[in-house]
């Protein structure tokens, strides 16, 4: 299964070890370049199926409320839905959020709604920087700016501070608490 549709340059697959194996065989003859992630199970593959209940069981003992924000689910690449749309906050989040284990992680989809929602600056707060990468190649030839504020190479203070400095030089200063 394609599992991580993480941009037009970068799919992951996930499934059993000879499957896989033999579908980067494939791809390896055909001039794409195939890497074999190490990872404890195929995630976002229905060999993880049986983990989606106790999650929602789990999710399920939560308060869940409606987002306050837009935010977009992995699992459709859609927006979770809103207080307007009329329906139970905690069902419809658990409708997105508990199949997600065995569902494919859709972040082309993702990015490209936000896009279409007018998002034009994505941040990605964490310690790499692959979300920023997958960002780029996503909106390649779109106005957008893809900030990262932990890049492995630069450490974390250095990152964090370039990235304040590129949202500054977008119209985004920070917004420093006042002193009372």
């Known amino acids: 299964i394609a599992a991580n549709k993480n941009s037009p340059k970068m799919t992951v697959i996930a499934g059993e070890t000879k499957p896989v194996?033999?579908?980067?065989?494939?791809?390896?003859?055909?001039g794409f370049s195939a890497v074999l992630l190490q990872t404890s199970h195929a995630f976002h593959s229905r060999i993880v199926a049986p983990?989606?209940?106790?999650?929602k069981k789990f999710l399920s003992g939560l308060e869940i409320n409606w987002p306050q924000i837009p935010i977009t689910s992995n699992v459709d690449g859609g927006w979770y839905p809103s207080l307007t749309e009329g329906t139970d906050a905690k069902a419809a989040v658990l409708g997105k959020l508990a199949p997600q284990m065995?569902?494919?992680?859709?972040?082309?989809?993702?990015?490209?709604?936000?896009y279409d929602g007018g998002a034009r600056i994505f941040v990605e707060v964490g310690p790499k920087r692959a979300l920023t990468v997958f960002s780029d190649q996503i909106l390649e030839d779109?106005?957008?700016?893809?900030?990262?504020?932990?890049?492995?190479k630069q450490g974390g203070i250095s990152s964090?501070?370039?990235a304040i400095g590129m949202l500054a030089l977008a119209g985004r200063p920070p917004q420093w608490p006042k002193n009372n």
């Open 160 to 162: 964090m501070l370039q």
């Open 102 to 114: 065995a569902s494919a992680v859709e972040w082309t989809k993702q990015i490209e709604t936000m």
């Open 21 to 30: 194996k033999q579908a980067m065989a494939k791809f390896e003859a055909e």
């Open 142 to 152: 779109k106005p957008h700016l893809a900030v990262m504020t932990n890049h492995p």
């Open 51 to 55: 983990a989606n209940e106790p999650l």
